[in-house]
Nanobody, 129 residues
């Protein structure tokens, strides 16, 4: 079973880019899609972006995003989420989830928390304005 651990969070000034990591331990990381979600204080967890096993990316607003960039390095068993020019409203706990893929999946499914079977414990990102 895959285990995930997020890192890279912390206090950052608005406008300063930040890259989060999602390190995986366990078999077959390259057979997993990785999704990034976040939860702001007092709010529900929401989808940020995802990367499929083949490297296709998908974001909350579609296939492109100026705010976020997801990537993966299968050789390092790690996925990444970059926050470009974050704002105070990006303050949240960021989570990565793993979804085992056995075939190509609809990108809309990547937005659904229930599609992911493994989760990390999250990393706090605080953006000061």
């Amino acid at each position: 079973q895959l285990q995930l651990a997020e890192s890279g969070g912390g206090l950052v000034e608005a406008g300063d880019s930040l890259r989060l990591s999602c390190a995986a331990s366990g078999p077959d990381f390259d057979n997993y899609a990785v999704g990034w979600f976040r939860q702001a204080p007092g709010k529900e967890r929401t989808f940020v972006g995802a990367i499929t096993w083949s490297g296709g990316t998908y974001y909350r607003d579609g296939r492109d995003s100026k705010e976020f960039a997801v990537a993966r390095d299968n050789a390092k068993n790690t996925a990444y989420l970059q926050l470009n020019s974050p704002k105070s409203e990006d303050t949240a706990v960021y989570y990565c989830g793993g979804k085992l893929q056995t075939h190509a999946i609809a990108t809309a499914a990547l937005r659904e928390e229930d599609e992911y079977g493994e989760w990390g414990k999250g990393t706090q990102v605080t953006v000061s304005s």
